[in-house]
Structures are given as C-alpha cells and as structure tokens.
C-alpha cells in the first residue's frame, strides 16, 4: 500500500473511531473542580410512556474513581428522552445522563453499569441483565481547579455535615449560616413550566407567573423555550441581592393544599417522570448554585405522606427519591427534608400512621442512594423522639414553631440540640418555619418593623445555636405561603436578614466554638451565645444595662456594640473593656439604651 493510501486508511480509522465514541458518550461541562460534569450516552429509544417503562425497568449507575486517591463515587443516572427536553418538550429519545460534581482535581475513571429488568431502577442485586449500548464502558477526564470566586458556591465546594451543628463547606473550611424564604412552598407552581398541572381544574388560581420579578433578571441568566423562566430566575436574583443565601419548595404536593407541584408526567402515575420539566427545574437550581443560594428541598407535604406505597418506602417511594437524587444530587449545598409535618396530619386524604421506624427506614434509602451524603431532616409535626442518635442518618431537624410572636423559637433549638446530644449525636438544627401558621413573617405593609420576628425568630434561633432561619408567610395575610409572587412583600425584613448574617460573617464570630448559655447574664430573657473564657455574643433584646458573668475567667476583654436595626460597623459604648472575673457590667450603646443591641465581648 502506497504510503499516501495508508496515511488516509489510519484518517478514516481515526474519524471512525472518534465518532463511535462521541456517538456512544458525550463528556459536557467544564472540567473543574466541584463543577457540574454531565455523561450523556446514547441508548435504547424509548418514551416517557413507553410500555416497557424506562425510569422503572433500566437502571444506570456510573462508578467514578479518582486515579490517585481511590475516593469512589457511585452515582445514578436517569432517562433525559432527547438530552434538551427543557427546550424541546420532548417527551422520547434515547438520551440517557449522570450528573457529577467531582471533589479532586487530576484523572477521575468511570465505568458505566446499564441494567434491565423488572423494576431493575430500585432493585439492589448483580442478577440484572444487561441492557446493552453503554454498558460497561469505560473512561476518564482530567479535572482542574476551579476558577470561581465570591458567592458561587463552586468556589467554596460541597456543604457537608460534619458532625457538628454547623454544616461546613469542604473547600474553603467555611462554616455556613443562612437567611431566607421557606414561603411560598409552592415556589415551583410556575406557568411558565412544562406541564398541565397550570390548566387542569386542580388549584389552578394558585399558578404562579411570578411577574413582580420579571425586572429582576439580567443579560445572561437562564431561559428556556424562547425566552421563558425570567420571572421564576428574577426572583432568585431578588432575594441573593438582599444578601439572602436560602430558598425553600416542595416538589411533591398532589393531596397538598396547592396540588400544582410534582415531578410526574400526571397526577396518578408515580413511576414515569416529566422530563422536560425536571430538566426546567435544574435550570433555576443550577442557576441558584451560582449565586450562592442555598437549596431546600422539602420533598412531601403533609397531605402526601400516605400517597406513595402508603407511607411505606416501597417502589414509587424508592423510585421518587432516586429521580431527584440523579437529577439534582449534584448541587453543592442542599438538604433533603423528608417531609413537612410528618406525622402531624389528623385528616388527609390518606391517612395512615407514621412511626418512628418508617423516618428511620426512608432516611435509611436516602443515604443509601446520595453519593455525596446531604445534611438529611425533618419538619416536626410528630417530636424527633427516636429519630435521634448514632444509628440514625438524619443530620439535624428542620424546626417549625406555633406562636404568633416567636417567643418559643430560641428554646425549641435548644430543646432538639440537647436532646440530640444526650443521645450521641450532634444535630445541625435550622428553623425553617418560626411563628405560627396564620401570622409568621407579616407583609412590610403590615409590620415594617418586625421587632419581635427579628428579636424573638431570628436572633432568637442564632443565638440558641442554629444554623439558620427561613420565613414562612402566614395564611391569613397578602402574598401568603400558597399566594406571594413577589418576594419583595418582605422586604424590609430581608435588610434585617441581611444584617444578622453580616454581623457573624464579617466579624468571623467563631459560632462553631460557641454554645448558648443564657444564665451568663442578668437581664431575664436575654441571650448568651459563649466560648467562656474567649468570647461572648449577647443579644439584648430591649437594651438597658446588664451584667455578663465571666465566672473564674479573668482578663481583660474588649466591649464593642453592633446594632441589629441598622447594621454597620462594631461600636464602641460606655464601657469599652472590663477587667477581671465574675459579673461584670456591659455598660449600655451611648444611644437608642431601650431598644435591642448586640454585645460582642472578647479576650484580648
């Protein structure tokens, strides 16, 4: 063969050989660090509805490796109909993906299982026969570092739990505290979303278009289907430009009070998925990743706790869970809640008993399936008793009060991190739903001051030990739980939020040191967050002059006051350092002594 003839013979086996492989997988995303890395595979060409069901009867895992450490990862992958179904609305393909998010730089193996059989989705054996097309393939890609940098939570990495009652970020070492909106749980009743739900006769005057926020996207941000999501987008941006790092939405509410929100193709069939609009949903999340937003999946409403298998984890429950894990596990800061106000329903629409063994059992599946182990919780309805302890995979409580003036907020933290600590494990404890049902978080029109949510619901939860708050919206008023579109009907509260962040960020008050010790002061009903001996944060919630009990901690400490209306720099007041040991005055702020200030006293 002429040498001409054999070099063009190799290029024809070169481009043979890239196009298989391109066909049969396709690598997308940047190849960094904590970045979202996506495996698209082409395989059998099937449907949403196809008889022989695609999200139940296939199942397709991917085993990545790091090359030099050994850290594995086991990570499922779900049927994506087209690969652009958010865009397109397509309802078939052979489009097959796996989302990952890897935690190390250099050379990352993956070797792909692509399984068949009966309900073969939620099925833990080595029986299952395989489907074929990619299965067993195998390859690798190079990560490099991260280029992020501020908010975005790819530059600060995964949020994890780690046994503390702060999650931690794995990157940066950075504790995480957090501020925002629980309310409207149906957050995702969105028009503009693929779906019938917004037409059909069930709740439809609680579809939400979100139009108060349209002003609030910018150049650049996500959209779908020409120009669609901009509402829904904005309102993201809304609340991370009020320094808010948080939002909360259920994603199952088919016997709940709005019934517009859930994942599947219709309301009465539990295995097979809407694609297109789980695809829509990532593109907010992933857009919430980059503005440093927190996500708080709370993944069944009350009214839904006996919709799946009864309130067992059986098939649709099991397969539920790994929809949402291989659709959205791969953001970086997350909690599955599994459930609001478990056990607390006296009536719904199917009732049913849930003990303290079906918490345990369904966290159980969900830790065994998330590959990156997410902060796991639970709304109270029924206590946390029995849910607590080493054996058990919740990570921390998701805490819901019952008073119009949040003045039980502050001791229900402390009761569930007591509680959790007698029985061997720390918990990360936030209050998600401070305040009653019916009033909560008041319209600014209505209460622009918010003393006593301020005072009582948030200081009140920081100050106990929590990793956070987020506010829900009372019933009985404007822009409530079920009815707000505009995020802005809270405004006012938002700079308060903002401001209690600020004061434990900027001045890198050292929480994960500290525990709540409300005896150290004198003014009954005040608030002591102390590392003794080191440092001291006091919240007085109506001024005046106290004394702080330093004990048999002698030395000189630093008085400084920072004003949790206003916000601002750390002042000084009337007393700058005191000396010494035992009960020591603080002295008072020079100005505005009957209103609420914060103490920061710390050893020099």
């Known amino acids: ?55 139940l009867n296939y199942k397709l895992d991917v085993v990545f490796k790091h090359s030099k450490s050994g850290k594995t990862y086991t990570i499922p992958g779900y049927y994506a109909t087209d690969g652009n179904a958010g865009n397109t609305s397509a309802t078939s393909g052979n489009i097959w993906k796996v989302h990952f998010a890897p935690d190390e730089i250099g050379e990352w193996q993956y070797n792909v299982q692509f399984v068949k059989g009966k309900w073969s989705a939620i099925r833990v054996t080595n029986k299952l026969k395989t489907a074929g097309f990619m299965d067993k393939k195998k390859g690798s890609f190079i990560i490099e570092a991260s280029d992020k940098k501020g908010r975005d939570f790819r530059a600060k990495g995964r949020l994890q739990y780690v046994g503390e009652r702060y999650l931690k970020f794995a990157e940066t070492g950075d504790y995480f505290l957090k501020c925002g909106a629980d309310a409207p749980e149906n957050f995702l009743a969105y028009e503009e979303f693929d779906g019938t739900f917004h037409n059909d006769g069930k709740g439809d005057k609680l579809i939400k278009t979100w139009e108060a926020h349209e002003k609030d996207w910018k150049d650049g941000n996500p959209t779908w289907k020409n120009n669609k999501g901009k509402d829904i987008i904005g309102a ?96 970086l800061a997350l909690n599955w809640n599994l459930c609001e106000e478990t056990g607390d329903w006296q009536n719904p629409p199917r009732t049913f008993p849930v003990d303290v063994q079906g918490r345990l059992t369904l966290a159980n599946y969900v830790s065994s399936i998330d590959p990156y182990k997410h902060h796991i919780v639970i709304h109270n309805g029924n206590w946390y008793t029995g849910i607590y302890g080493k054996n058990s995979k919740f990570t921390g409580a998701s805490l819901q009060t019952n008073k119009a003036d949040f003045r039980n907020v502050h001791n229900s933290v402390l009761r569930i991190l007591k509680e959790a600590d007698a029985e061997g494990k720390t918990w990360a404890v936030a209050c998600d739903e401070p305040g009653d049902a019916q009033h909560s978080l008041l319209p600014d029109a209505e209460n622009p001051k918010h003393d006593n949510a301020r005072k009582n619901g948030l200081w009140g939860a920081f100050m106990a030990g929590a990793w956070g708050t987020e506010w829900y919206f009372g019933y009985k008023h404007a822009h409530s739980d079920l009815t707000c579109q505009d995020y802005r009907s809270r405004d006012l509260f938002w700079d308060q939020g903002k401001i209690c962040l600020d004061f434990f960020n900027n001045n890198k008050i050292p929480v994960q040191e500290m525990t709540s010790n409300d005896d150290l002061i004198s003014s009954e009903g005040d608030y002591v967050l102390a ?68 103490v920061w006293v710390n050893k020099k």
């Open 236 to 331: 993201v941006n809304y609340l991370a430009s009020k320094g808010m790092n948080v939002f909360s939405f259920i994603t199952m509410n088919i016997e709940g009070d709005d019934k517009n929100v859930f994942p599947y193709v219709d309301y009465q069939t539990f295995d097979r998925f809407d694609t297109s609009k789980l695809d829509q949903w990532e593109m907010v999340f992933e857009h919430a990743d980059k503005l440093g937003m927190f996500l708080h999946f709370k993944t069944l409403e009350a009214e839904n706790q006996g919709l799946l298998d009864n309130g067992g984890t059986g098939l649709y429950t099991k397969l539920y869970y790994r929809e949402l894990i291989a659709r959205f596990g791969h953001h």
């Open 1 to 55: 063969m002429k040498p001409l003839h054999i070099f063009l013979h190799l290029i024809f086996i070169f481009l043979i050989s890239t196009f298989t492989k391109i066909e049969a997988q396709e690598l997308k995303g940047e190849l960094k660090k904590w970045h979202k890395v996506t495996l698209e595979f082409e395989g059998p060409e099937t449907s949403e509805n196809d008889e022989n069901n695609p999200f």
């Open 531 to 598: 590392n003794e001996g080191k440092s001291y944060v006091v919240f007085l919630k109506n001024g005046g002059e106290s004394t702080l009990d330093l004990k048999d901690n002698s030395g000189e400490y630093s008085v400084l006051w920072y004003n949790p209306r206003t916000g601002g720099e750390l002042k000084k007041g009337k007393v700058k350092t005191i000396k010494g040991s035992g009960k020591q005055s603080l002295g008072n702020p020079h100005k505005d002594k009957d209103k609420d200030w914060v």
